[in-house]
């Protein structure tokens, strides 16, 4: 992570900006100095949330701003633009929105749920995921993967910071920066670099096992990257 | 974990014992008193790699035994069997063990590499895995998944422990019990219930992105679960 970015304020569009992952994400990439724009089918809504946020934010220096509009505005607003929306919809959601030329980072995981436990959905015979689908739906967005492992109830928490790592996999160097710089907003320390897109068919998933460690443990589980002490 | 279980001494086949994550995995659980018989296509060279193993643990008090046999022999010498195969010729091998009422700790990784990097290899088009495919092949095994993700370079070096979880799926909690109890041989901790054994295709394909991540950060990485400070 360079000093550049270390210190680049970026406006993040959230989609899906009002349910509790893209409501977390956006407070945490505010409360450290990011302003974000919570999108939502009704602006009404998002700005509702938006003052929610902002509310919280009163007190803490350095942080960013939030407002709320509909979902095509707020990517409108912003260069960046997390989708953090349900996977039920997603493929028409994504084509219907404003994509082109935005860093588009998607969070989404499609997870299904039966009387086993939560489980991936098998997308494109087990060639795709969500990102993908995103990657392919919007050619002139550079989309990235990343915020897939992060529980949403520590991320309204007030914790500091989460106690995990946020693994960011896409096919531009530039996109994935974007996405590494802003994981300091939420773990405290820059993202990691964990490859090409196509490995969202492993991030995605992995929020299943770690379900399932939270059903067992009574817990809220993350993962940390191990051996990466230097980076 | 309960008293027992830690105590429980286990003799475990290493099937693939010749190999790098057969070795070292077999030499982590010898080095905290567990007996090993390291399986191979030809005795003459499992009995090489035990030779190497028991010298290696001549100063250890309380390390268990290590021996060499072809792969059959090893698995009826054992009540526990590690598969740590190459997924090439995997499904053939393990047709043909004499696997019935054995617990089978499968930690083998379907993976593919082209100029993109690893990726997991699609298994059942999508609904499918390795340790899946052993369930299948061998109806009277008790097969779990775990041990995928931790790297052979580490389990073969001089650390006390490995700072990293093991994650364990499967679906008999009898099962997951001594892949649990074995994974405190190689972390220092017991492993991680990380629920059914379908999940297995996430385990699997993950070690691609931590291959990613080795390459990127010129380490060996790891992945620990976060918290779970109280388990």
Redo the contacts between chains.
């Keep these: 992570m360079t000093e550049t970015s270390e210190t680049t304020r970026y406006t993040v569009a959230v989609i899906g900006g009002t349910g509790p992952q893209g409501k977390g994400l956006g407070y945490r990439f505010a409360r450290h100095g990011h302003d974000i724009v919570l999108g939502s089918r009704a602006a009404e809504k998002a700005e509702v949330v938006a003052t929610e946020v902002n509310d919280r934010l009163a007190d803490v220096a350095g942080a960013g701003t939030a407002r709320g509009l509909a979902n095509a505005d707020a990517v409108a607003a912003a260069d960046v633009v997390l989708l953090a929306v349900p996977y039920d919809g997603h493929d028409e959601l994504v084509a219907s929105l404003p994509l082109a030329g935005k860093t588009v980072i998607s969070c989404v995981n499609p997870l299904a749920f039966d009387k086993?436990?939560?489980?991936?959905k098998?997308?494109?015979?087990?060639?795709g995921s969500a990102a993908e689908s995103a990657a392919e739906l919007q050619p002139e967005a550079t989309v990235v993967g990343a915020f897939h492992n992060v529980a949403a109830p520590a991320l309204w928490s007030e914790d500091e910071f989460l106690?995990?790592d946020v693994?960011v996999?896409g096919d531009s160097v530039e996109g994935k920066q974007v996405a590494i710089d802003l994981a300091a907003s939420v773990t405290g320390r820059p993202g990691?670099?964990?490859?090409?897109l196509?490995?969202a068919?492993?991030?995605e998933?992995?929020t299943?096992?770690?379900?399932?460690?939270?059903r067992?443990?009574k817990?809220?589980?993350?993962?940390?990257?191990?051996?990466?002490d230097?980076?």
Tied chains: 1, 2.
Excluded: C, M, Q, W
């Excluded at 086993?116 to 991936?120: C, I, K, L």
């Excluded at 990691?192 to 090409?196: A, E, L, N, P, Q």
């Excluded at 817990?219 to 990466?228: A, D, E, N, Q, Y």
């Design positions: 086993r436990g939560a489980h991936g098998v997308i494109n015979n087990g060639e106690d995990e693994i996999v990691v670099d964990g490859g090409k196509r490995l068919r492993v991030l998933p992995f299943a096992v770690l379900i399932s460690i939270n067992k443990y817990t809220h589980s993350g993962i940390r990257v191990t051996g990466l230097a980076h």
